[in-house]
């Protein structure tokens, strides 16, 4: 069975601090790993990788993959009172059909 | 606010109602899903449609039964409902199969369903 854990569970900094969320997977046939920033209502896109190594980066957050590790992290650095959400994870597996497996999520607090 | 607009916001029903919930998405995407998020846990797949055709089930109870008019509408009717079916219900749409090249998920908003 795939399997996606995030860590830590939940996060409390202060605004202007960095933070690095963790995600691992145990997924057969990987295809790709997503990141998703989820408010109050829908889960918002993040970014994709499908590469190891690579870096991929959009302003204050950048996420990049480690496939030999099986995992992925996500850096945000300078945090604002806005970047409080939950951040999920979610892994593809590379078989027929559209399945995302998620992540429990990290629940982060950003204080001002 | 999202491309994927789903209605209504909210809804409560009663365990013997029957109601629809309705997504639309004119991105042109061809896979549509619908996920069930309980309060403080992840998204879980409930069903998924590719090209207009049903591709998944995941074991979904028949109270709940999905239809895909046509590749922008995806539908989820609902008869009977238990109180623990009470969640976050999001549609979701990707151009390909989800993780596929640059076909990330788009999430609407949700219905927050209520079952009394």
């Known amino acids: 069975e795939d399997k996606v854990v995030q860590s830590p569970l939940s996060l409390v900094v202060h605004e202007g601090d960095t933070v690095t969320l963790n995600c691992s997977y145990e997924?057969?046939?990987?295809?790709?790993l997503l990141w998703y920033k989820q408010e109050k209502k829908a889960p918002t896109f993040l970014f994709m990788l499908?590469?190891?190594?690579i870096e991929k980066k959009s302003g204050r957050l950048s996420s990049i993959l480690d496939k030999k590790e099986l995992s992925s992290i996500l850096n945000i650095t300078a945090t604002q009172t806005g970047d409080s959400a939950i951040y999920l994870c979610a892994v593809a597996p590379n078989n027929a059909g559209n399945m995302l497996t998620f992540g429990g999520g990290t629940r982060l607090m950003v204080k001002p | 606010d999202t491309e994927v607009t789903q209605t209504p916001k909210h809804l409560v029903m009663g365990m013997t109602n029957k109601k629809s919930l309705k997504c639309e998405q004119h991105m042109g995407h061809r896979a549509m899903y619908w996920y069930k998020q309980k309060a403080k846990k992840p998204p879980e797949l409930m069903f998924v449609y590719s090209y207009e055709k049903l591709s998944i089930n995941e074991s979904v109870p028949s109270r709940f039964s999905p239809e895909c008019p046509n590749s922008s509408l995806l539908n989820l009717h609902l008869h009977a409902l238990q109180p623990e079916d009470s969640a976050l219900y999001l549609c979701?749409?990707?151009?390909?199969?989800?993780?596929?090249?640059?076909?990330?998920?788009?999430f609407g908003n949700g219905t927050r369903l209520t079952v009394t």
């Open positions: 997924v057969t046939n990987f295809r790709s």
């Open positions: 979701a749409s990707s151009q390909q199969r989800a993780g596929t090249g640059n076909s990330p998920l788009h």
């Open positions: 499908t590469s190891s190594g």
